[in-house]
């Protein structure tokens, strides 16, 4: 017999809307009482599983990790009320998790593609400007309909961030992944770098901390979303002090993009850009910590309610997920307080629950 779960507490439907009364039956979800008794009772303030829209499940420091260590990092993100990973490159296979009650739910992109040695050891197919389009063309296939480009990364010959591709392959490029059916996102940290993505037809940019008030009207009216990974970028310093000796054009550089990274989200926000959360877990940032991108965001200047929706309803919508609805997938996250107030309460969730599946 199915088990049913009945949560007690207010059901946030929306950022500014709230319910009572919502059970898990079967691990879907429906406001109508059930005949039966419930077999288990949650209390908390109920919100969709959070989306984290850039993690890297599958990824250590040096490349690819064994299927073990997936496993963990999946299960910490999954604990953290992570319930829809946005995978956004990863050099390991992760197809395994698909479907796991030990992992959230993941849409892959394959592999990044970068220029030859322009990116991470042992992270991208690595590839020159020839190849580019034969390359995105097999990652549109082989991921979840999504395709990670690293745009830009040091040229070390320049000693600073440049493009990484020429701008008439990455347009080529763009083509060939919408004509898979699949979109593309891409990593872009430089100012110029934004220009050619725009131009190009991207589906969203990755960090954009090179935003200038020129790209803004570009963001609204091509609607493309941001996914700014604050905590990823609040390493800028330390990667700075590191590239000093040798790059100090490129060290300045990042310190810069640094100091204005909660300016620019603010402006994009209140322009009308789509801003969505994601951690950059799976190298230098450890996973589990969406908790802590949504507090980054309300940080830099975003409304509390912002800052839940780029990790709750918005997203989910955005990427094709259910949220808080009528026969949708279980997947809840119960705070402890209400999170509109005490937004503090989204980095220890009271419970979690994956598919009517109690995690926590």
Known sequence: MAEIIQFNGAV????????????????????????AEPDRFLDGWVLPGFADAHCHIGLGTGGAVDEATAEEQARTDLEAGTLLVRDA?????????????AAPVLIRA???VARTRRYLRG??????????VEAVRKQ????????????????????????SFPAAVVKDAVRAVHDEGARITAHCFAEETLDQMLD??????????????????????????????????????DIAVQAEPKFPRYAAHMRALWERRAERVLEAFEAGVKIYAGTDAGSVIGHGRIGDEILALHHAGLP??????????????????????????????LCRQDP??????????AHVVLGGHVVR
């Open 304 to 333: 509390t309610t912002a800052a839940l929706d780029a990790a709750c309803w918005g997203a989910r919508k955005w990427l094709g997920a259910e949220a808080l609805e009528e026969g949708a997938r279980a997947d809840v996250v």
């Open 200 to 237: 190009a037809g991207i589906d969203c940019v990755e960090h954009a901390t090179g935003l200038l008030p020129r790209h803004v009207p570009r963001f609204v009216e091509q609607d493309v979303p941001i996914v700014p990974t604050l905590i990823n970028i609040a390493t800028f310093p």
């Open 89 to 101: 490159g990863s050099p390991a296979d992760t197809r395994f998790l698909q479907g796991s009650r």
């Open 123 to 132: 992270f991208a197919e690595e590839v020159e400007p020839d190849r580019l």
């Open 110 to 112: 394959g592999r990044h």
């Open 340 to 349: 509109r107030r005490v937004l503090e309460t989204v980095q220890e969730p």
């Open 140 to 163: 549109a296939r082989d991921g979840d309909g999504w395709v990670k480009l690293v745009g830009d990364w040091i040229d070390r010959g320049a000693g600073d961030l440049a493009p």
């Open 12 to 35: 946030l439907t929306g950022p500014d809307t709230g319910v009572r009364g919502l059970w898990s039956v079967g691990g879907r979800l429906t406001f109508r009482r059930p005949a």
